[in-house]
């Protein structure tokens, strides 16, 4: 009750934090948001070569960067800049330095080139000083990585109280679905973790709330919507990566949970794919944070182990589609969902980054999009898969009672008694078997009728059923015949005296009853026996129960 309530109590807090994201960014399209155009006029100055009147949405580097190069870019500030403006840059692994006049109002991480530290991407907020009109801005970009920048950094001026509004509007949507991916996942995760210990089934839903997590993480980071809440550029940049490295692995581990009776090869494969990148996350991150080479490097080398995991991740399934149940019929279709998402994401990378030269804005809405579609698809399976599952297991253990269970008693039949008698061959443990036989059934049958007859039969069931229910096996092996088996020294070390409790529910079960219990018993001990076998302790105990029963016709009263 207290772990239920637990849960309760985080999902009600995640799920308050999420409409209230909701409703700040809805609150946040009643403002009307103005910028001033400065996409032209540009003057900028690159290895020494000057352009004059570039355009920001236009300009192309006319070579490869390479670390440590320099962009200067310069113009007058419009008219109507005088109180309360700021500017927006955006930079691609760069440090950045913004001044107006020749006076500096903003430097990030002016040094990182040299000292060979990460800068990661994102946008700067510089606050412009009162009467700025027809000043002139410069900004000046330091590439801290090879390949940093294509073209000019993208800057947007607009009234200070307004640009983080636009900001967080022009992502909206994107925001809102990534955030609910983020707390769905952790609200996923954290039950489905304490529910493990209970029932292994939960293992899916973990996987499904990391990946929605980090796609979740992706989204949000990929759109810098992290800066929004003062996040700083590098960190945000190094959630990114991180969480775009790891995304291929719940999505592994959910194939070889959902494909578990594939071909031994094709399992192989997808658990060496999986390793393959946990090495290669593992000794990126190390590369990383000891400034030998930074996550941006490597985004190339993903790209292409994403795209060369691509056709074993699609084509592995336990069958033709006609023969696939729905779980992985929906499986099937959401591994292509998040293929195609992944494509496009990696096609549009690089024709932002070398062809258009801007910010890829792919993330902002249709990704985050696209991965909830996925994660829904994953929940829909799941619960398909979950119910298939427990339908199985029903219908096993239905036909386990059909073939095990006797219809009369309840009790186990001779099969179930055949079946323990079979496996105590392997058992090195002790064991003691109790043959047990009713007295008088044949004259009940005779003189009452078989109902009668059943009536006594399930009379002396519910004295063994109670007195051995913690025990091993308690079965009917037919007509007048029961059989106990009692397995460990801890249970064997009882048996006296559960034939004694045995004894007194008969008594008292006979006082009140239609007629008196009485049952011969002959118990056998598998310590009796240099090399014990099943079979002969059974005969032994019954050649035992049979003597019993010659001794007196009233059995052992």
């Not at 023969?323 to 499986?331: A, I, N, R």
């Not at 990378?349 to 910010?359: E, G, I, N, P, S």
């Not at 011969?520 to 026996?529: F, K």
């Amino acid at each position: 009750m207290q772990r239920r309530s637990i849960h309760s109590i985080i999902g009600i807090i995640l799920v308050v934090l999420t409409l209230a994201a909701v409703l700040w960014l809805l609150a946040l399209r009643e403002v009307d948001y103005r910028t001033l155009d400065i996409d032209k006029g540009w003057d900028v100055e690159y290895h020494g070569i000057e352009y004059t009147n570039a355009a920001m949405s236009e300009f192309a580097i006319p070579e490869k960067v390479l670390m440590s190069d320099e962009l200067i870019m310069s113009r007058e500030l419009p008219e109507g800049v005088d109180i309360g403006y700021s500017v927006r840059v955006y930079s691609r692994l760069s440090s950045v330095t913004v001044m107006v006049d020749g006076e500096e109002l903003y430097s990030f991480m002016p040094d990182a080139a040299d000292q060979h530290t990460f800068t990661g991407s994102g946008y700067h907020f510089v606050i412009l000083p009162d009467g700025s009109s027809g000043k002139l801005i410069t900004i000046r970009v330091q590439a801290t990585e090879p390949g940093a920048f294509q073209g000019l950094p993208q800057v947007e001026l607009a009234p200070s109280d307004q640009i983080y509004t636009n900001f967080a509007i022009e992502r909206e949507v994107g925001m809102v679905v990534s955030i609910f991916l983020t707390v769905a996942g952790f609200m996923m995760s954290i039950i489905a973790i304490g529910s493990m210990n209970m029932n292994s089934d939960f293992y899916p839903v973990v996987m499904i709330g990391f990946f929605s997590i980090l796609s979740g993480l992706w989204s949000l980071c990929s759109m810098k919507a992290f800066q929004l809440f003062a996040a700083p550029l590098v960190v945000n940049a190094s959630i990114e990566y991180v969480s775009m490295f790891l995304l291929p692995l719940p999505i592994i581990s959910l194939t070889l949970w959902q494909r578990e009776h594939m071909p031994k090869l094709e399992k192989t494969l997808v658990q060496i794919m999986f390793w393959v990148y946990m090495v290669l996350f593992l000794v990126i991150t190390v590369l990383h944070f000891t400034n030998v080479a930074h996550y941006p490097r490597f985004t190339f080398v993903f790209h292409i182990v994403l795209l060369v995991s691509i056709p074993l991740l699609l084509f592995v399934r336990p069958g033709h589609w006609q023969h696939l149940d729905p779980s992985e019929k929906m499986f099937q279709i959401g591994m292509w969902i998040t293929v195609g998402v992944g494509i496009a994401d990696v096609i549009w990378y690089y024709v932002c980054r070398f062809l258009l030269r801007k910010v890829n804005q792919f993330a902002d809405t249709a990704l985050p999009m696209g991965f909830l579609l996925m994660v829904s698809i994953l929940i829909i399976s799941y619960l398909l898969d979950l119910y298939a599952r427990r339908m199985n297991e029903s219908e096993k253990e239905q036909l386990e009672k059909l073939a095990f269970e006797d219809e009369l008693t309840g009790l186990g039949n001779r099969a179930r008694g055949e079946e323990v008698l079979t496996a105590a061959k392997e058992w090195r443990d002790e064991y003691a078997i109790i043959n047990l036989d009713l007295n008088g059934l044949k004259s009940i049958n005779d003189k009452y009728g078989h109902a009668k007859g059943d009536a006594y039969i399930t009379g002396f069931s519910e004295i063994l059923g109670e007195v051995f229910a913690r025990e091993e096996v308690v079965a009917r092996m037919g007509g007048d015949e029961f059989f106990v088996m009692l397995r460990g020294k801890d249970h064997i070390s009882k048996l006296n005296s559960l034939l004694d409790l045995m004894l007194l529910k008969e008594r008292e079960k006979s006082a009140y009853g239609e007629f008196i219990i009485d049952a011969s018993y002959g118990v056998a001990r598998s310590s009796e026996l240099t090399f014990p076998n099943p079979e002969a302790l059974y005969r032994m105990a019954d050649q035992r129960m049979y003597k019993m029963k010659m001794l007196s016709k009233k059995g052992r009263r």
